[in-house]
């Protein structure tokens, strides 16, 4: 240090930052952008709450808050709907399943999850997995679409963006109504696969 010190007159050292006014709150603002619709953002909430419609009060409560604390922190609906739900550590508990989510060999894992999510959405009849002709996960899924639209239910997926396939079970008379909705918060859904 004391050549540089030296070289530049004992000019070495920086000054300090200048400081702010600005509350901590007020600089986060700054960061995040701005939603520009707040109609969206109600249409998220309304959305998360029919997905949730058959769990219980405060479990679906807190799914809720979780979607929309996502969507405050800058993601986007569907980013903050799947991750609200999904997240490993606090998203949806087992007994209260509403999104489902497997990737393109996860055979196992919709044998697994495919039961409690048929329970939750309210349906007596347990679903009982089996992999007979069904070469691919989008025939599964419509395999099990079919198994529901018997009971009056149907499984509609959700377009993540990634490469997992999410869905969801929904009544057969609210099916115009959800995909409705989900057009307005900005989520896309569909009873095919995408």
């Known amino acids: 240090m004391g050549i540089l010190d030296r070289l530049f007159g004992g000019r070495f050292t920086m000054p300090p930052p200048e400081e702010t006014n600005l509350s901590a709150s007020a600089i986060m603002k700054e960061l995040r952008p701005e939603r520009s619709d707040p109609s969206q953002k109600k249409a998220l909430e309304a959305f998360a709450q029919a997905l949730v419609a058959t769990t219980a009060e405060k479990e679906g ?6 979607v929309m604390r996502r969507y405050a922190m800058g993601d986007d609906p569907c980013s903050a709907l799947t991750e609200g739900f999904l997240n490993d550590a606090k998203g949806q508990k087992l007994e209260h399943l509403v999104l489902l989510s497997v990737d393109w060999r996860g055979y196992d894992v919709f044998e697994y999850l495919a039961p409690f999510l048929v329970s939750a ?3 007596k009849t347990p679903y009982a997995y089996v992999r007979e002709n069904a070469t691919s996960m989008p025939q599964v899924l419509d395999n099990f679409d079919q198994w529901l639209a018997r009971f009056g239910k149907r ?10 396939y999410d869905g969801f079970i929904v009544d057969t008379d609210r099916l115009e109504d959800v995909i409705e909705l989900a057009g307005r918060a900005g989520i896309h859904v569909r009873l095919e696969s995408f």
Not at 61 to 66: G, P, Y
Not at 155 to 164: A, M, P, Q, Y
């Open 61 to 66: 409560a807190r799914l809720v808050r979780r």
């Open 121 to 123: 959405s309210g349906l």
């Open 155 to 164: 499984f509609l997926h959700l377009d993540s963006g990634g490469e997992n």
